[in-house]
């Protein structure tokens, strides 16, 4: 079946970086767009920008813009998300889709950021 | 950009009654090419991730059950779920995908009354 296996849950310092990743099974990985949604502790869902798989165009949320670089490679069937200069405020769930309307989704890593 | 908002903020209904969910966009969703209203329901379950409903605002995803029903065009949308069932209560979120930045609505939580 169609299914999203993302990275463990990670805890980081105000100021660094951190990667997630999304390796997708159970279907062709090129030929679907894959989202990145994230959802802060009680709050709602706040797209961040996607890839396309087949040729790597990307699109970002102005909110993102300079801080989020999404990137694939198709030999692991695998999308990256990276967000740097992290603040407190980037504490959340981080998820993965595929497609515009999203059908499948990631179990979501979580990302702490702390002092 | 889009902006999206739904209303109410929550509700709460009765087991078997109906719950009526809307969500407004600020600009038309509607693609006048193919007649298609760019627009998504999820339902979210504490803890879980987002589940996809509805698409293209009245399509219902494959073991969707046939409760669920979306409808609209343009920029007004409604969610409704026809008779309330105790594994309904979630939180609802629309979203646009007409174009980036692809939006959520802020969510409208559904409890039993």
């Known amino acids: 079946q169609v299914q999203f296996v993302q990275s463990g849950a990670e805890v980081k310092k105000p100021g660094a970086s951190v990667k997630v990743s999304c390796k997708a099974s159970g279907y062709t990985f090129t030929n679907y767009a894959i989202h990145w949604v994230r959802q802060a502790p009680g709050q709602g869902l706040e797209w961040m920008g996607w890839i396309n798989a087949a040729n790597g165009n990307t699109k970002y949320s102005q909110r993102f813009q300079d801080r989020v670089t999404i990137t694939r490679d198709t030999s692991a069937s695998t999308a990256y998300m990276e967000l740097s200069s992290l603040t407190s405020e980037d504490t959340a769930v981080y998820y993965c889709g595929r497609a515009a309307y999203i059908d499948v989704w990631g179990k979501g890593a979580t990302v702490t950021v702390s002092s | 950009d889009i902006v999206m908002t739904q209303s109410p903020d929550s509700l709460a209904v009765s087991l078997g009654e109906r719950a009526t969910i809307n969500c407004k966009s600020s600009?038309?969703?509607?693609?006048?090419?193919?007649?298609?209203?760019?627009l998504a329901w999820y339902q979210q379950k504490p803890g879980q991730p987002p589940r996809l409903l509805i698409y293209w605002a009245s399509t219902r995803e494959s073991g969707v059950p046939d409760r669920f029903n979306g409808s609209g065009s343009g920029t007004d949308f409604t969610l409704t779920i026809s008779s309330l069932q105790a594994e309904d209560v979630a939180v609802y979120y629309c979203?646009?995908?007409?174009?980036?930045?692809?939006?959520f609505g802020p969510g409208t939580k559904v409890d039993i009354k």
């Open positions: 979203q646009q995908y007409y174009n980036s930045p692809q939006v």
């Open positions: 600009q038309s969703i509607l693609y006048s090419s193919n007649n298609k209203n760019y």
